[in-house]
């Protein structure tokens, strides 16, 4: 196409003069921003992270941040619920290293980092995560992928 009938393609469909019609658009829904959402992220070093939405529901609920936090038997769903007999306890900030449990994902096939979208679930009382990107390998291949994470972040978490 030589640049003069580029030229005219272009004049073609000027923005300001060509026809529309709507009925043949696709709407573009509105993403689903990680900021809006709450999450618990697990990273490949083995911190357990509440995000700031998700910390701050909690602690106003339960401000001594003890809490039950269970898992599903092959850790793709996660949740954290007020108890009489609570056996686990965040910091302030939501932020605790926990490499039995990281290490406990790996084995489940999951890799890290690992994040779980969050909400509120009232007939279980609970905030329940669900692993996004669901995807399970074998231990083998979550702890590979783990660790090339790690290599590649460096010793953050």
Avoid: C
Avoid at 24 to 46: D, F, K, Q, R, Y
Avoid at 78 to 100: E, Q, V
């Amino acid at each position: 196409m030589n640049s003069h009938t580029h030229s005219q393609k272009l004049q073609a469909r000027n923005p300001a003069t060509m026809a529309i019609d709507f009925s043949a658009m696709e709407p573009i829904p509105h993403p689903t921003a990680s900021l809006n959402s709450m999450a618990i992220n697990v990273s490949a070093s083995g911190h357990i992270a509440l995000n700031q939405k998700l910390y701050d529901v909690v602690v106003k609920a339960l401000p001594s941040l003890t809490v039950d936090f269970s898992a599903s038997p092959d850790f793709t769903v996660l949740a954290i619920r007020s108890s009489d007999t609570p056996h686990y306890k965040f910091p302030k900030g939501g932020r605790i290293k926990d490499t039995a449990f990281s290490r406990r994902l790996v084995e489940a096939g999951i890799s890290l980092p690992a994040r779980y979208e969050v909400a509120w679930n009232a007939s279980a009382d609970a905030w329940v995560g669900i692993l996004t990107g669901g995807v399970q390998d074998s231990p083998q291949a979550a702890l590979s992928k783990s660790l090339k994470a790690t290599a590649k972040n460096g010793k953050k978490g």
